[in-house]
């Protein structure tokens, strides 16, 4: 029996693998540990897939130095348009449109450090009211809030909130040092206690080792994570990571799949950078993904909805909720 088999029969038997289980995996055939990860999925998940849709509620002059962003008013980049907090009617068009298309979670993702109360009141307003009208999810990522500040947007109706950890604790401070990855998972676990399902992941390619990744993960998990969002790296001109080297298919592929190893019964959700790669992630999707940010993502271009259904229906997905 080979290794991957042995820890795939280890989870089946419900038991987590280890860090140093999870490090073993980087030297396995590509091949065998992807489809091992993909029965993983199936066995664990079944056929659900999980889309969503994120919409750029407030953007621009982010106070944050997060080296990949381009909003970040520490950099200068292309990405020159800057505005406030939507307005309901223009949060709401999204909802619907989205909701037309046969996305089930829409999520609301605002720049800077975080919301401000009266900010926070006005988003409240916003999921109200998409709530009142249509029947699609809305998850918040609104950065560092508070316990009392999830509890408004949870009793507005929101069902999760997304706060990545970007990378691991160790490599965190290469990647942002205007915030700790200790009020990362404050406000979490804030979220977590409002009532909120969390969603939190982070991006491959900043230059972090395989080891960094996994610690990254295994965080996630012993936070309670069931929603990974996994972004390639996107290097924007003008960012301090604008020359890193963009992973490749199969580099992203063993990523996936050793998360998948990690949270066997979460959703892998690929997220930003997913146009980098050539099939869209389509072989991602049969490596242990099995979920998506479909669209555009927040400053750079997605792919689009109907194609993403186009290939998940092809792959013997089914689009639908599930919630943790």
Do not use: W
């Amino acid at each position: 029996m080979s290794y991957t088999e042995e820890l795939k029969q280890k989870i089946y038997a419900g038991g987590d693998i280890t860090k140093s289980e999870a490090l073993a995996l980087v030297n396995e055939p590509l091949e065998r540990l992807c489809a091992a990860a993909d029965e993983i999925r199936e066995k664990m998940c079944g056929n659900r897939f999980d889309m969503c849709t994120i919409v750029n509620g407030k953007c621009g002059r982010c106070s944050e130095d997060c080296r990949y962003c381009a909003q970040s008013v520490h950099y200068h980049t292309s990405c020159q348009e800057a505005y406030a907090l939507l307005p309901t009617e223009k949060l709401l068009e999204g909802a619907r449109y989205n909701r037309e298309q046969g996305v089930l979670r829409y999520s609301i993702v605002t720049s800077g450090r975080c919301l401000s109360d009266e900010e926070v009141d006005r988003a409240c307003e916003s999921i109200r009211e998409i709530r009142r009208q249509t029947d699609i999810e809305v998850c918040v990522s609104f950065g560092l809030l508070g316990e009392a500040q999830f509890r408004k947007i949870k009793e507005a109706g929101a069902s999760r909130a997304h706060c990545n950890l970007e990378s691991s604790r160790n490599y965190f401070p290469q990647v942002c040092t205007t915030h700790t990855y200790d009020e990362k998972i404050a406000a979490l676990k804030a979220a977590e206690r409002a009532g909120l399902s969390i969603c939190s992941g982070g991006i491959i390619g900043l230059g972090e080792t395989m080891e960094d990744r996994i610690d990254m993960v295994l965080t996630a998990r012993e936070l309670g994570v069931r929603s990974v969002p996994v972004n390639l790296l996107n290097p924007i001109a003008g960012t301090p990571y604008e020359n890193n080297r963009i992973l490749t298919n199969d580099e992203f592929c063993r990523v996936v799949a050793i998360f998948r190893f990690i949270i066997p019964d979460g959703d892998i959700r690929l997220a930003g950078g997913r146009g980098l790669l050539g099939d869209k992630g389509e072989k991602c999707f049969g490596s242990g993904a099995n979920a998506a940010i479909s669209g555009d993502m927040l400053t750079t271009h997605g792919i689009t909805t109907a194609a993403d259904i186009t290939l998940v229906k092809k792959m013997g997905y089914e689009v639908r909720l599930y919630d943790f």
